[in-house]
């Protein structure tokens, strides 16, 4: 069983400096109640990994506004403009990687294989610099594993070991993140007792999770 | 007609039954509009959903449901959520009958650049580059031409999307096939004749005979 | 909507020398009525790649007994004699791959990835021929995709448009087989109407599944 | 006490609380039986339940759960169901923290050999390969000698299951750990002295100071 944090306290265990793999796609499915923290804490200096920055004042468009991040690795920073005059001004570093690579990268971190070889991104600048590997006289990228030190997971519901369920699109990049992250922290919209949710339902299994964040103090 | 019904309604044309089928954000989005009632696609969001349906009521809104543009959507009978691994696994391995996507600029290898203009939009390829190298079938649906200015090219001067033939080039003024031998004009527009296509157009256009008219 | 058929039906689309991936653990969630269909059929020269051949007389062991296979690429033989025999005698081919690496590299075929870079079996007679890649200092065998002319599934539930449930160890390597047969064939153990199954419990959406089997035509 | 039940009960010491662990079939499956009560582990098998629990009663056996061997079980609340591709995910990607197999022959640098024996009994590696790759603790759980021959050798000579230095080696005469230095010997079994370990050993193994008994 595992014991249940307050957002501030899970914002203190992460330290300036770290990796985050942060799950969400604009907005959707992230912890948000984690990030607020994470601003709240003044974390600075954090890499962040997410498929997007959402937009200014949503989710993790609160990390780009705060100045928490100096490096940005995701597929498309197009709905926050103020991640784009970040990069240009030197800011933050920002490597665009296309979503599908990128959420294969994390998930070989997560399995324990040594990068994927991949088609996409073949004949373009996302090619620059890195090993190509031919298979059958077929031509793939050599794309490395992304671990993170951290993988802050939302969840639709948690059990009290820390099995986690999704719901809809907010499905996206967690349950991928939840494998790849040394400190798995999930924000669950709720928390049932164990047996509530049946093992063909659980999405991740509870032994990859180290914390479960409280349920929302005002209930809601 | 405004030229993006024509192109909405033209690409729509495309799309068989019983298959899966993503539409990018914008103008390809409205493709969903003009589908005949009688067929029946499922339409994938990269952000996962197969199954994807209209906008919900007022106040039914659900926030972990929404297209990749983060707008709120429904989920039809027999829909199934995917993760963002899945999602791509569907698009990389083939599994993607029909991709349709904005577009910058085509060239006459039929490669398609639509993610940055350097200097200027560096907004991410997000699922792009995956999509067009992985669909079966991938078609640009745009705008002939930008500010008057061709976006049908000898050769891309954008950045490449992907090393691929796309399978359909969809405008208001012509539809176009980019085959081996160069782009093959099919169609023109309802109000198009083929001159001015050509004149629209800096990519050396095949033309075959007559070429007829969409019908929208 | 998918029109449902019968086993007999369905092994009459499986060619003589087709590849077919075929779900199941020691016969747990192998799908056992097209298994007796191909039988019946009198396939022959068929290559298998599946886990193990179970038991004789048992799920795929009935493929072996009834010399419908040619070549087995499997992770586990040693509980079926026949196939050991069989394998000595030189009628049935077997390729040995470490159990994941063999679900691994069937995923990387329905996935469109061109192999997995794995540690596994690295310094064992698994290298043997293979390349190796070198990522970050770090040696990986690289493993290439398996793809099958016909994955055949078993499931625990569909619905009329082919979405898929699984049940506790009766998943194995079901849905990830699903991903990489030109020609998908799904036996589930019940089929309700479309609606029934929530989106967030499809493990297999149905859009991957060609044909569906008939439920078990006595109702049990 | 039979030897299988001292190695089962020295083994089931080395499991700590709240881990995850992945007992082989035969022997290593018998450690279940001795971990105290108040050690709560999920344990995994590979076909793919994590939280495997005990047989099932009579008549309440599920045939869609099994264990890797094929024998029923049942599931412990708080249990997951996994696919193939997520058990071996967890094994390779360093989640499972510890896996008891059986050995056929281990070695002075630590090396395993458990899935081959050419010629004779070619059964195919199963997951062992992974397990031994990819789990952060390896056990090896196995009786000292094969019909009065050593087991633990100078170099194996049977194909190897991985070139990975397992964690510890448990039989009924002794606990022994692979180092850099060589093989440490940790413990010596209830009934043996510490020469008997010796003359059934085909290894050097390092002895330092007083060898202390297996406390089972």
């Known amino acids: 069983m595992k014991q249940s944090m307050t957002a501030g306290d899970a914002a203190e265990l992460i330290p300036d400096g770290a990796t985050l793999l942060i799950g969400g796609f604009m907005g959707v499915g992230s912890p948000h109640r984690l990030i607020d923290a994470i601003v709240e804490r003044g974390a600075k200096n954090l890499t962040l990994v997410a498929n997007d920055t959402a937009m200014p004042g949503k989710g993790i468009g609160k990390l780009v506004t705060a100045g928490c991040l100096s490096r940005v690795i995701a597929s498309h920073i197009g709905l926050n403009p103020e991640t784009q005059q970040k990069m240009i001004s030197g800011e933050i570093d920002v490597d665009l990687v296309p979503q599908g690579t990128l959420v294969e990268r994390i998930r070989a971190a997560g399995v324990g294989l040594g990068g994927i070889l991949t088609p996409t991104g073949l004949g373009t600048l996302v090619e620059n610099g890195k090993q190509i590997v031919t298979v059958n006289d077929q031509r793939f990228l050599l794309e490395e594993p992304i671990h993170g030190d951290f993988a802050l997971i939302a969840a639709h519901q948690a059990d009290y070991v820390g099995n986690l369920e999704y719901s809809l699109t907010a499905h996206n990049f967690n349950p991928i993140m939840a494998l790849a992250g040394k400190t798995v922290i999930a924000e669950p919209q709720s928390i049932v007792p164990v047996g509530v949710i049946s093992p063909d339902s659980v999405k991740t299994p509870g032994i990859l999770v180290d914390h479960l964040l409280e349920r929302q103090p005002d209930g809601s | ?216």
């Open chain 2, 1 to 216: 007609m405004e030229a993006k019904e024509i192109i909405a309604r033209r690409v729509a044309q495309e799309i068989k039954p019983d298959t899966l089928v993503n539409l990018g954000i914008g103008l390809p989005s409205m493709v969903a509009n003009y589908l005949p009632k009688e067929v029946h696609v499922f339409f994938q969001a990269e952000n996962g959903v197969i199954g994807l349906g209209a906008r919900p009521p007022e106040g039914m809104e659900d926030p972990d449901l929404t297209d990749a543009g983060g707008g709120f959507v429904t989920a039809v009978p027999g829909a199934a959520s995917i993760d963002s691994a899945m999602s791509f696994g569907l698009i990389r391995g083939g599994h993607l009958d029909m991709t349709v996507l904005g577009g910058l600029q085509v060239d006459e290898r039929g490669y398609l650049a639509n993610w940055m203009v350097p200097g200027k939009m560096v907004p991410g390829m997000g699922g792009a580059m995956d999509l067009v190298a992985g669909a079966k079938q991938v078609i640009v649906a745009m705008v002939h031409t930008a500010k008057g200015k061709p976006k049908i090219l000898h050769e891309c001067s954008l950045p490449l999307t992907a090393q691929r033939r796309v399978s359909l080039v969809v405008t208001e003024m012509a539809v176009i096939e980019p085959t081996a031998d160069g782009l093959v004009l099919k169609e023109a527009g309802p109000d198009t004749t083929v001159d001015e296509i050509l004149s629209a157009t800096e990519a050396n256009l095949i033309v075959r005979g007559d070429v007829p008219k969409m019908r929208i």
